[in-house]
């Protein structure tokens, strides 16, 4: 049996909903319960994942950051990626436990080996498009392990988010890189940049968020919970 499941396409609410699941069981089991600044190796851990850093050689392919060996239960993280930022290397060790929550085999992994196991690199017999597509699916995983939306909502509180120094903060709080906290914030709607400018806009969740504000303060009903965005204030 495969130790690798075969392709297949999911849907950002669905990779959303296994990171969560994840972290609200870490939530409920004793030592285990999630913080922030985040910490990878804890996920790993309550997975009864194992993760070392070693030596990986380059393949034809190029470089590999990590790789795993799904019957040993065991992420490599190489060494040369020792000097990057933590950030970087917490979305490493985030995006390859996507990989193995989403798709390593987990039932084959309990039979017997046939035959010498290959580390699990993302580069099996699919299209290069399948390919592409499983390595997104582990990093937008990773992304909502690292940042999860109840999380992002704490953090951007009293924040103007087209601030970039605002943004510097909530990376340090939140222990990522400042690429993946601006990708995901763009990912939620709530910031936009222009290709090829620094300029930080309202993302349309925002922006939507400021219409309703508009219309229930206009019809009188304004709810207590609903409060025009830090990003929209004059």
């Given at each position: 049996?495969?130790?690798?499941?075969?392709?297949?396409?999911?849907?950002?609410?669905?990779?959303?909903?296994?990171?969560?699941?994840?972290?609200?069981?870490?939530?409920?089991?004793?030592?285990?319960?999630?913080?922030?600044?985040?910490?990878?190796?804890?996920?790993?851990?309550?997975?009864?994942?194992?993760?070392?850093?070693?030596?990986?050689?380059?393949?034809?392919?190029?470089?590999?950051?990590?790789?795993?060996?799904?019957?040993?239960?065991?992420?490599?993280?190489?060494?040369?990626?020792?000097?990057?930022?933590?950030?970087?290397?917490?979305?490493?060790?985030?995006?390859?436990?996507?990989?193995?929550?989403?798709?390593?085999?987990?039932?084959?992994?309990?039979?017997?080996?046939?035959?010498?196991?290959?580390?699990?690199?993302?580069?099996s017999e699919t299209t290069?498009?399948?390919?592409?597509?499983?390595?997104?699916?582990?990093?937008?995983?990773?992304?909502?392990?690292?940042?999860?939306?109840?999380?992002?909502?704490?953090?951007?509180?009293?924040?103007?988010?087209?601030?970039?120094?605002?943004?510097?903060?909530?990376?340090?709080?939140?222990?990522?890189?400042?690429?993946?906290?601006?990708?995901?914030?763009?990912?939620?709607?709530?910031?936009?940049?222009?290709?090829?400018?620094?300029?930080?806009?309202?993302?349309?969740e925002i922006l939507k968020?400021?219409?309703?504000?508009?219309?229930?303060?206009?019809?009188?009903?304004?709810?207590?919970?609903?409060?025009?965005?830090?990003?929209?204030?004059?």
């Amino acid at each position: 049996m495969n130790l690798l499941k075969p392709y297949r396409f999911h849907t950002k609410a669905f990779i959303e909903r296994q990171a969560n699941r994840i972290l609200e069981q870490m939530q409920t089991s004793k030592n285990f319960a999630p913080i922030w600044p985040f910490d990878g190796s804890l996920v790993a851990d309550f997975l009864d994942l194992g993760v070392v850093w070693d030596v990986i050689e380059p393949d034809d392919q190029g470089p590999i950051a990590a790789r795993i060996l799904p019957r040993e239960r065991l992420i490599e993280i190489n060494e040369d990626i020792l000097d990057k930022p933590q950030g970087f290397i917490e979305s490493t060790l985030a995006h390859e436990i996507g990989h193995w929550v989403l798709h390593v085999n987990h039932q084959a992994i309990l039979q017997a080996p046939t035959e010498a196991e290959q580390p699990f690199v993302c580069r099996s017999e699919t299209t290069i498009t399948q390919i592409a597509s499983i390595e997104w699916q582990a990093q937008y995983f990773a992304s909502c392990l690292l940042m999860p939306r109840y999380i992002m909502e704490q953090k951007r509180l009293g924040r103007n988010l087209t601030k970039w120094s605002h943004l510097y903060e909530m990376r340090q709080e939140l222990g990522v890189s400042i690429s993946n906290l601006v990708c995901r914030l763009q990912d939620l709607g709530w910031i936009q940049i222009r290709p090829g400018e620094r300029t930080i806009y309202p993302g349309a969740e925002i922006l939507k968020q400021h219409q309703q504000f508009l219309n229930q303060h206009a019809q009188g009903k304004l709810h207590s919970s609903l409060r025009m965005p830090q990003e929209l204030k004059k």
